[in-house]
């Protein structure tokens, strides 16, 4: 009785009830992992592929938010410059 009380407090739990947690954390963290493009046979360089990726999805981000800017300034600097000019009477 003794060591299944040192077992369980080893594991924080009934044992097998851990192991059942455990497989299904897995599960789900595999899941997440797969779905940002990790691979584990090759996790060095899905890691190095998943970084990559992510620097090129926030550098075209910027780019796009950029041409928001663009598309937005042309209407409101010109409506914002005739505002201040024939607001002052």
Known sequence: MSENNELTRFFGGSP????V???LLSVVVGVILA???????????????LIRN?????F???????????LGAVIVIPLWILM??????
């Open 60 to 70: 075209e981000a910027v780019e796009r938010m950029w041409r928001y800017f663009l």
């Open 54 to 58: 992510l620097f090129s999805f926030s």
């Open 16 to 19: 097998a009830w851990v192991l």
């Open 35 to 49: 779905a940002l493009g990790l691979d584990p046979m090759n996790i060095l360089n899905s890691l190095q592929r």
């Open 84 to 89: 201040r000019v024939f607001g002052r009477r």
């Open 21 to 23: 947690r455990l497989v």
